[in-house]
């Protein structure tokens, strides 16, 4: 039994990796620009399609695939935010996160237009998992894709830190997420702000989404799927919170694999659910509360 | 009623007229014929190349001149797999292109959506659901499903396992209609053959890893696993099942395994795929038809809708009137046992032209049906997964 | 014809009773309930279960409907009484999932994914096709006027006063001295009972309740509808879906003007455009096409 509770922690663990990223991504849009921006799940499908299309037609190795993922995404997360959501943004944080919905459908449809409904899948082979004795315990399995996909998430984590603790790009927007106004006075321009913002969010969200279709395929669907944890775990971690972002991840990673041993496996979104809804009965603004970014 | 009812009208109205104006004119002419496929949604992955498959019998009967001296026009609309849009989406199909049949619904929850329409305004639907509650509708004959029930496919599907050794079967199953209705008979066949089924486990077909379900199935020390998935969440479980080193027999169903998911998947992962479908005989003709149009190994969906389409026109000409009762009359008889055998519309159109009896039988199976629409005396064909190539095991 | 325009004017109405009821928990109250289908799918459930199970008539069941989604309301606005903007959004959201997974696997109950079929509607043996559907439309938008009426009323009563107290901030109106979580709980039952009313006259509608008749995609229309209409005012929530069922359905008629293309691109260029009709909406009229007008109170 055990053994048992090891393993579903472990794959927890492993979904919880994935998620995190495009997680991350959601909220540090929020935490800048300060709303829910729902277009983050066909983001995650750009990413995903460009992924797959250098390392199929390119013959691009999965490392590269995720820069191109990343760099793909991001650029359409500005596009999309310069022609649409910008001018959204003054009447309001809903008026912009329901423009978002709309645009997520638009963009859903623009890589439905252009490459069809059918799976695409990696030119990649698939390894068998490792396993790990833990003696009288029995044994452990763990994937080593996805212990690679968990490990490119935490490099991709820790680029990000680098890049808000150490650059100027990043302190900007700590400043405009800790309060914009005061990054207004002191000069800082909040359109190139919010460019970067939405790049480097975008752009998470596009390498999370690749990651996702690594491990499943990818389809108009691929960002749409896992839309919703993803969005749980921006709000168990409290919104605007990077860390916070990463914790509540790992909290609706570690309740839903749980749940699978609870309760029937097809209840493992209602877990979640129940997961968010706990924690913010004892704290309403998320585990690690809003914008620490 | 409110005042804002006109406002409204003007609204749709407006919208509509400027194509309406085109159709009612041509509707002199043609025939009318709709389908109802899924190009976005869930099961958007099978909607195209279904369409794909009822488009190239229309062009081809309507390059030889039509049916009854009249061409054929397809109208495809999209349900969005959702029974709210595919209800809005059958309305239209029916009230304003005014079809005579519907072809090729796919979800089990559009199909019973949109049944109702469908009969009350003597629309013939012709549908490939799984849901066994479908052909029980009170539908008059309204209804014909070319996917076969439950039962039917079970008996031959475990009849074939327990001939390749499987004695200890596992389950996983989306959570469709007929997750429960399939592992409930092959418990009992698996039984009565000497053989055990040892557990169902129903998951969430939306999820991007299955593992904690594979490790739930696996526990239960299965020698072979039976996979009532769909094609996206199969990728996955397949995935999952070769990482936990599972190689034991896998089966599935044929529209799950079919050729875009072989291609999605590296060959070690699919190696040894067992899946099963209805099929006609080996060397038919409409199944060489299908494969030209689709490819080497078209999914049993888009040979079910060429069945569809087929059956509808051979209908219409039999019956001499283009209308959804007369198909509810003629479409029995397109397959009278006593008529001469045909595979193609064309070449049954000739003969029905000549006045001459003829035996449809089609690219997914003979085309019999049961008084309440379920499809009867199909034989399967089984396939293996072979180096990422589909092979032909055997067809019974 | 007339049946089909009948049939899309039940589907407009139904939406625009969706509004209403977003209307009030959201435009005037400020809580964004993303949750709206899932009380939708509870009036829904409710009616068909207790017509086809136990014979109710509709009327009973429809009324039974509206107030089963109401006392659900009721449980949601407690437990989620203390979250925020976009934090409630996001909750709500889930809970219409939530709702979505329980019909879907508690069979015993609501026979899992093939749904339940056979829910009774208008006698077909007394009328046409054509005149179930204009008489359905009828009762459709005379649910939407006295709906809209009733809610115009509350929104113009001191009642709504507060509510929009609360929405603009809800600090003052607790140290005025009013009880925000009554008000909000209140709000938050009516509008459900709204969502439930809306969710039964469904069912009877189409005759067939099942589980993917209630994916969030509605929840985004609704919303998409009320802000494109106007939030605050209920001619604007009546219009916007109005708009929304006209822009999806008469998107439908690009195909017949594209025949050349595969239908799954037809299709992806119908919601695209549905998308960006949406957006430019939103992009020029951002207030909504009929945007609420506080008129200043009078001295």
Not at chain 2, 253 to 268: F, H, Q, S, T, V
Not at chain 3, 58 to 81: E, Q
Not at chain 3, 206 to 227: K, R
Request: with cysteine; net charge positive.
């Amino acid at each position: 039994m055990l053994i048992e509770l090891l393993q579903v922690v472990l794959n927890g663990l492993l979904s919880g990796a994935q998620l995190a990223v495009p997680a991350i991504g959601f909220t540090t849009i929020y935490a800048v620009l300060r709303f829910p921006n729902f277009a983050v799940a066909s983001h995650m499908t750009v990413g995903a399609y460009a992924g797959v299309l250098v390392n199929t037609q390119l013959g691009w190795p999965a490392g590269l695939a995720l820069v191109a993922a990343f760099l793909v995404a991001g650029t359409v997360g500005v596009a999309s935010d310069t022609l649409v959501l910008r001018r959204l943004r003054p009447s309001g944080p809903l008026t912009a996160a329901i423009g978002a919905a709309a645009l997520g459908i638009v963009l859903e449809n623009i890589v439905r237009f252009c490459f069809a409904n059918d799976p695409r899948g990696f030119d990649l082979p698939v390894l068998r998992d490792w396993r790990v004795s833990l003696g009288a315990l029995g044994q452990l399995r763990i994937g080593p894709q996805q212990t690679e996909a968990a490990a490119a998430s935490l490099i991709a984590m820790a680029i990000l830190f680098a890049f808000l603790a150490f650059t100027r790009s990043g302190r900007m927007m700590r400043a405009v997420a800790d309060n914009p106004t005061l990054a207004a006075l002191k000069g800082i321009d909040a359109q190139m702000v919010a460019r970067r913002a939405n790049f480097v969010g975008m752009g998470l969200a596009g390498f999370g989404g690749m990651l996702i279709g690594l491990d499943t395929s990818v389809d108009p669907l691929t960002g749409y799927r896992v839309v919703l944890p993803v969005f749980a775990a921006a709000v168990v971690g409290g919104l605007g919170s990077i860390p916070g972002a990463v914790a509540g991840a790992f909290v609706v990673g570690i309740g839903e694999e749980f749940s699978t041993i609870v309760l029937d496996p097809s209840y493992r979104t209602a877990v979640g659910f129940a997961a968010i809804l706990l924690v913010l009965t004892l704290r309403p603004r998320g585990l690690l509360g809003e914008r620490a970014l | 009623m409110t005042p804002s009812i006109p406002r409204r009208a003007a609204l749709l109205g407006g919208l509509a007229v400027p194509f309406l104006a085109n159709a009612t004119h041509a509707q002199a002419e043609t025939i009318r014929i709709g389908t109802l496929t899924p190009q976005t949604g869930a099961g958007g992955a099978y909607g195209p190349p279904m369409v794909k498959a009822m488009r190239a019998v229309v062009d081809e009967v309507n390059a030889a001149g039509g049916v009854l001296g009249r061409k054929i026009e397809l109208i495809s609309e999209d349900d969005e797999t959702n029974p709210d849009a595919g209800v809005r989406a059958a309305r239209k199909l029916i009230d304003v292109n005014r079809v005579v049949a519907v072809l090729g619904t796919w979800a089990s929850a559009v199909t019973t959506a949109v049944a109702p329409l469908c009969w009350e305004n003597k629309v013939m639907l012709f549908t490939v659901s799984g849901g066994d509650g479908i052909t029980r509708l009170p539908h008059q004959g309204y209804i014909i499903r070319t996917q076969p029930d439950s039962n039917l496919q079970s008996d031959r599907a475990v009849a074939f396992m327990l001939g390749q050794g499987a004695r200890k079967v596992a389950y996983l199953s989306a959570q469709t209609p007929f997750a429960v209705s399939i592992y409930e008979r092959h418990l009992q066949d698996l039984k009565a053959g000497g053989g055990q089924a040892v557990g169902n486990v129903i998951y969430d077909a939306s999820k991007t890893s299955f593992r904690s379900e594979v490790d739930q199935v696996l526990k239960l020390q299965p020698d072979s696993l039976f996979l009532n998935s769909y094609q996206p969440d199969l990728l996955v479980l397949l995935r999952d099942l070769f990482r936990a080193g599972y190689d034991g027999r896998r089966y599935t169903l044929g529209y799950a395994a079919n050729d875009k998911l072989i291609a999605a998947l590296p060959a070690e992962v699919t190696e040894g795929l067992v899946s099963y479908a209805p099929s006609p005989d080996l060397d038919s003709p409409a199944f060489k038809q299908v494969q030209t149009v689709i490819g080497a190994n078209p999914d049993p969906y888009s040979c079910q809708t060429f069945d569809h389409i087929s059956m509808t026109l051979l209908a219409i000409a039999k019956a001499g009137t283009a209308s959804g009762p007369a198909i509810h009359d003629a479409v029995r008889a397109i397959g009278n046992p006593a008529g001469t055998p045909v595979t193609s519309v064309t070449e049954g159109l000739k003969l029905l032209a000549a006045g001459k009896e003829i035996n449809y039988s089609g690219a997914s199976g003979p085309c019999k049906f049961t008084p309440i629409g379920d499809i009867t005396g199909c034989k399967f064909r089984f396939d293996v997964v072979q180096k990422g190539q589909s092979k032909l095991l055997q067809l019974s | 014809m007339t049946s089909y325009l009948a049939a899309m004017a039940v589907f407009a109405g139904l939406y625009a009773l969706m509004a209403l009821g977003l209307n009030l928990i959201w435009g005037l109250a400020g809580m964004v309930n993303l949750g709206l289908v899932g009380f939708y799918a509870i009036g829904a459930y409710t009616t068909a279960l207790l017509c086809v199970r136990f014979g109710w008539s509709p009327v009973a069941g429809i009324a039974t409907a509206a107030v089963v989604s109401g006392a659900t309301g009721s449980v949601v606005a407690v437990i989620t009484a203390r979250l925020k903007g976009d934090y409630l959004a996001i909750v709500t959201l889930g809970f219409a999932e939530v709702v979505r997974l329980v019909a879907s696997n508690e069979i015993w109950l609501t026979n899992g994914t093939s749904g339940i079929s056979g829910v009774p509607g208008l006698p077909r043996a007394w009328f046409s096709p054509e005149q179930v559907n204009l008489l359905y439309a009828g009762i459709v938008w005379v649910a939407v006027g006295l709906v809209a009426l009733l809610l115009g009323r509350l929104s113009a009563a001191p009642f709504g006063r507060v509510l929009r107290a609360i929405r603009e901030d809800e600090m003052v109106a607790a140290v005025a001295g009013k009880r925000v979580l009554r008000f909000k709980v209140q709000t938050f039952v009516v509008g459900a009972a709204v969502l439930g009313l809306a969710g039964g006259l469904y069912a009877h509608y189409v005759g067939y309740v099942a589980p993917d008749a209630f994916q969030p995609l509605i929840t985004i229309y609704v919303v998409l509808a009320l802000t494109a209409g106007g939030t605050g005012t209920m001619r604007g929530a009546i219009l916007g879906a109005v708009l929304v069922v006209a822009l999806t359905e008469g998107t439908r008629f690009l195909g017949a003007a594209l025949p050349d293309l595969p239908p799954v691109r037809i299709a992806a260029l119908r919601e695209g455009v549905i998308g960006v009709a949406l957006i430019l909406v939103l992009s020029f009229r951002p207030q909504g096409l009929l945007p609420e007008t506080i008129k200043p109170e009078r001295a």
